[in-house]
């Protein structure tokens, strides 16, 4: 019989030590986010940057350097911070939007990315089609829904 308890107590005591673990990740996780900021602003401040990435490029000839400078921003800044909130995201919404979402974004980035080498590289044209469809991949974006 006191076998019987040692081992109920002993399960008692996992299943408490992964409850507190859970908890305690679950803290982390929302500090982390907290950090990051808040994904709708970041979202907006994405799109936001983006048009006047794309309206810089339209002027001749475009300022190379404060262009350049606006997508490291970006990157670095809301890009970044909605990587950041993945977590919270997920556990919020699910891994599936969350995929669905940050690929989006992730389409955003990589024609971003274009636009400032092509740029940089001397093809302004080039690069204004790249903020273009960088535009498209953001316009009708919105946070994951779950």
Known sequence: QSGLLFFIGLALIIAASVLM?????????????GE???????L???KAGAAEVHE???VEPPNRQIICDQIDALRDGCIQGLVDCKDALVAEHGMLPYAQFISAVSAAER????????????????ARQASGRA????????????
């Open 135 to 146: 535009q498209a991949a953001l316009a009708q974006l919105e946070l994951p829904q779950g």
């Open 36 to 42: 990051a900021g808040d994904p709708v602003l970041l």
């Open 111 to 126: 024609n971003l990315n274009r636009a400032w080498s092509t740029l940089v590289d001397g093809y302004p044209v080039e």
């Open 44 to 46: 907006a401040e994405l």
């Open 21 to 33: 673990r859970r908890a305690i990740r679950a803290k982390i996780d929302a500090k982390a986010q």
């Open 56 to 58: 810089g490029l339209a």
